[in-house]
């Protein structure tokens, strides 16, 4: 009897430390990915795609649904087991041109971030995305203006190492990507995480509009109750591979879903030059 008793006990106590494992298991983030593009397609789309999912497998942080349409961006019910915005704590963008979305469609997603407090990690040509929707625009913190030395050694400095994903990147260095030129952007609107150093640039350039020679590459900022990020980095799929690139969207995530804080503080001091 006594064994009988003592084998129970052993499994109530195996089954307790099971059943806290599974309630943490189960409370897993939800990702969706979009990766639709109207316009120019770009070809690290599909493994950028498939990378992220393969991170919140690697560190068990988030379950990711990749979608190539815009279906699941409504709150409104969808037939049979189609998930909507509601099933999701965060959405990625890797996308460019007019997406199709209708006008209630809109109102959901940019309710989704700004109401519900959830997040918003826009890739690279995320920034070509609805670029006459204003408050889509606004929401992002900033649109695509020309890319005038196009995929290039890239001069970058971090401006904040302290937010998650920045601290693997040194405070100087040389990364070959297509970095965007951005308008409707002013930095007393975001945090810069990093930027061009202008200094080693051809600014003679006429592609290059930006009188004040502030190149953002990567920030985040506070949209409503909800967390935007965005980075121009990701352009070559190779760079997907790069460990640094894959722990700085890691970060981004990560504080996006609310699962790590940052100081996203404004105004910041000026772009170093």
């Not at 106590?13 to 309630?23: E, G, K, M, V």
């Not at 999701?88 to 890797?94: E, I, S």
């Not at 020309?146 to 601290?167: C, L, N, Q, R, Y």
């Amino acid at each position: 009897m006594k064994a009988i008793r003592y084998g129970l006990l052993l499994f109530c106590i195996a089954l307790c430390i099971a059943c806290p494992a599974q309630s943490e298991n189960n409370q897993n983030k939800h990702l969706l990915v979009i990766g639709e593009e109207k316009g120019y397609r770009h070809e690290s789309v599909s493994h950028a795609m498939s990378t992220i999912e393969r991170l919140g497998k690697q560190t068990g942080l988030w379950d990711t649904t990749i979608r190539t349409d815009t279906e699941a961006l409504t709150k409104k019910k969808l037939e049979y087991n189609a998930k909507n915005l509601t099933n999701f704590d965060a959405v990625l963008f890797f996308t460019g041109g007019d997406l199709e979305m209708d006008d209630s469609q809109k109102a959901d997603f940019l309710s989704f971030i700004h109401d519900d407090g959830k997040g918003f990690i826009g890739v690279h040509s995320a920034a070509i995305t609805f670029t006459k929707w204003p408050e889509f625009v606004d929401m992002v913190g900033g649109t695509f203006d020309e890319h005038p030395w196009v995929t290039f050694d890239a001069p970058i400095i971090v401006e904040d190492s302290k937010f998650p994903g920045m601290e693997q990147w040194p405070k100087a260095f040389i990364l070959r990507d297509e970095i965007y030129q951005m308008k409707s952007f002013s930095r007393d609107k975001v945090h810069v995480l990093m930027s061009l150093d202008a200094s080693k640039l051809d600014l003679t350039n006429p592609k290059v509009h930006r009188a004040d020679h502030d190149f953002a590459v990567t920030w985040a900022k506070m949209y409503g109750k909800g967390r935007v990020y965005y980075s121009t980095l990701g352009h070559p799929e190779e760079n997907w591979d790069d460990p640094r690139l894959q722990q700085m969207y890691v970060g981004a995530i990560k504080w996006a879903m609310g699962l790590v804080d940052a100081d996203v503080s404004l105004p910041q001091t000026a772009s170093p030059k």
